[in-house]
């Protein structure tokens, strides 16, 4: 499968590692040209290309940049085939990205960036850190095994990320899904940030406005799998 990536930082640069090592075909540009990415991360495979030449005959564009760079790469993958299934890795961080009006209205990120991009977009590898992530992915059945969450707006794009992520990442043991369900009791609805309140919720009950699949997306850096009214 031909995987292309948009975006050489933490993230981006793990799963170059990872996902040539598992056999995926892989290519990776960024925004200041391929002689630019670090050559150490093409170890098992790989190779850095342009952005134009990422975005070209893959099955799967995985873009991994900063939300607030979502908008001017809108043009250069337009031409995407409808099947190509894009993931998005970013969150919002204002001190990073500057301000997103739409999204401190309330607007669930992964909403805004589909909107912005013009397609369906799955979140994925956005709920942990780039140093847990790089160094902490165990194999599958390893009882250390840690989840993380993916969510898209179809079950085949679903299926095709979950494949990747369970190919490279961190998959879910029994004990991982009680450790992740132990943070989600424990987290605040985001759509209530800071004082917002969805007219139908009920406290300790799931978040109305979560609960459609555009919903299992992200605020404010925090996944929002079942996230529970406050």
């Given at each position: 499968?031909?995987?292309?990536?948009?975006?050489?930082?933490?993230?981006?640069?793990?799963?170059?590692?990872?996902?040539?090592?598992?056999?995926?075909?892989v290519k990776v540009a960024n925004?200041?040209?391929?002689?630019?990415?670090?050559?150490?991360?093409?170890?098992?495979?790989?190779?850095?290309?342009?952005?134009?030449?990422?975005?070209?005959?893959?099955?799967?564009?995985?873009?991994?940049?900063?939300?607030?760079?979502?908008?001017?790469?809108?043009?250069?993958?337009?031409?995407?085939p409808e099947d190509t299934v894009?993931?998005?890795?970013?969150?919002?961080?204002?001190?990073?990205?500057?301000?997103?009006?739409?999204?401190?209205?309330?607007?669930?990120?992964?909403?805004?960036?589909?909107?912005?991009?013009?397609?369906?977009?799955?979140?994925?590898?956005?709920?942990?850190?780039?140093?847990?992530?790089?160094?902490?992915?165990?194999?599958?059945?390893?009882?250390?095994?840690?989840?993380?969450?993916?969510?898209?707006?179809?079950d085949r794009d679903r299926r095709?990320?979950?494949?990747?992520?369970?190919?490279?990442?961190?998959?879910?043991?029994?004990?991982?899904?009680?450790?992740?369900?132990?943070?989600?009791?424990?987290?605040?609805?985001?759509?209530?940030?800071?004082?917002?309140?969805?007219?139908?919720?009920?406290?300790?009950?799931?978040?109305?406005?979560?609960?459609?699949?555009?919903?299992?997306?992200?605020?404010?850096?925090?996944?929002?799998?079942?996230?529970?009214?406050?």
């Amino acid at each position: 499968m031909k995987v292309g990536i948009l975006g050489a930082g933490h993230i981006g640069k793990t799963l170059v590692r990872e996902l040539s090592r598992t056999g995926y075909d892989v290519k990776v540009a960024n925004s200041r040209g391929p002689e630019t990415i670090d050559a150490s991360i093409f170890a098992s495979g790989g190779r850095a290309v342009t952005i134009e030449q990422a975005v070209e005959d893959v099955d799967i564009l995985i873009l991994s940049i900063p939300l607030n760079r979502l908008p001017e790469i809108a043009p250069k993958i337009a031409g995407l085939p409808e099947d190509t299934v894009v993931i998005d890795t970013s969150n919002y961080y204002p001190m990073r990205d500057t301000e997103i009006g739409d999204v401190e209205a309330g607007e669930v990120e992964s909403v805004w960036v589909s909107r912005q991009l013009g397609r369906t977009v799955v979140k994925a590898w956005n709920a942990i850190g780039s140093d847990s992530f790089a160094r902490l992915g165990k194999p599958a059945g390893h009882p250390d095994r840690i989840a993380i969450p993916v969510a898209a707006d179809n079950d085949r794009d679903r299926r095709v990320a979950m494949a990747l992520v369970g190919d490279r990442s961190p998959g879910a043991s029994s004990r991982a899904r009680q450790f992740t369900v132990l943070i989600l009791r424990l987290a605040r609805c985001p759509m209530h940030w800071p004082l917002r309140k969805d007219p139908g919720c009920r406290s300790g009950e799931i978040c109305p406005s979560l609960r459609s699949t555009r919903g299992l997306a992200t605020r404010r850096a925090i996944p929002t799998r079942a996230f529970l009214c406050v």
